[in-house]
């Protein structure tokens, strides 16, 4: 106990005679107690979960300019039974010429698919009511059917799917159904996916 007081008296006296060392050492004591930054900073950077935000820069958190946004005006797909260049807008037909050119077309279109359900007993083909359905193994179900309202042909493949065909001028003069959003022809298609020639003017 005299030991003790004695140091308390001693740091008391140097408190009051030197005020620097005091600060000093109260700073000392302090840094012991709580490590700079630095150090913390080294202990804190080796763990290997560490994240540090130092290493993203302002750039990082900047809003990226947006991107202009393509016009498909005037752009049309291409596709493998297409026209070249691109149709624009079909024909102007009256109701009976619409019927006259449909009728016609599916018509001629029925000749040769009944000539082929003769020579394979796998195929059916049935019209009735303005409705063309085939039946075409492997592939499954065609329908092709008019569109009075629209004057259009629409086809439902199993291969490619619905499709609304337009009668418009091709760029040689001919006149034709044409799928409007990729260029494909009527005939073209149904020859590609049948693998035979639909129509005997088929160019």
């Not at 030991?3 to 408190?15: G, I, M, N, P, T």
């Not at 024909?91 to 019927?99: D, G, I, T």
């Not at 359900?117 to 083909?125: H, P, S």
């Amino acid at each position: 106990m005299p030991q003790r007081s004695s140091s308390s008296a001693a740091r008391q006296c140097l408190r009051l005679c030197h005020p620097q060392a005091s600060l000093r050492t109260r700073l000392s004591s302090s840094k012991t107690l709580h490590p700079s930054p630095s150090a913390s900073s080294c202990l804190y950077s080796s763990h290997p979960l560490n994240f540090r935000a130092s290493s993203l820069s302002r750039s990082s958190f900047a809003p990226r300019p947006a991107r202009p946004r393509q016009s498909w005006s005037g752009f049309r797909l291409r596709a493998p039974y297409s026209t070249s260049p691109p149709i624009s807008s079909p024909e102007s037909l009256s109701a009976e010429q619409y019927h006259e050119l449909a009728d016609s077309y599916i018509d001629s279109l029925l000749v040769h698919l009944e000539q082929l359900q003769e020579e394979r007993a796998d195929v059916d083909c049935e019209y009735s009511a303005g409705v063309l359905s085939l039946t075409f193994p492997p592939h499954g179900t065609y329908v092709l059917n008019k569109q009075p309202p629209n004057k259009q042909i629409w086809l439902s493949s199993p291969v490619s799917g619905p499709k609304r065909y337009d009668y418009v001028r091709l760029p040689d003069g001919r006149l034709d159904w044409v799928y409007l959003r990729d260029g494909s022809l009527l005939t073209g298609l149904l020859s590609g996916e049948l693998g035979m020639k639909v129509l005997g003017n088929e160019g």
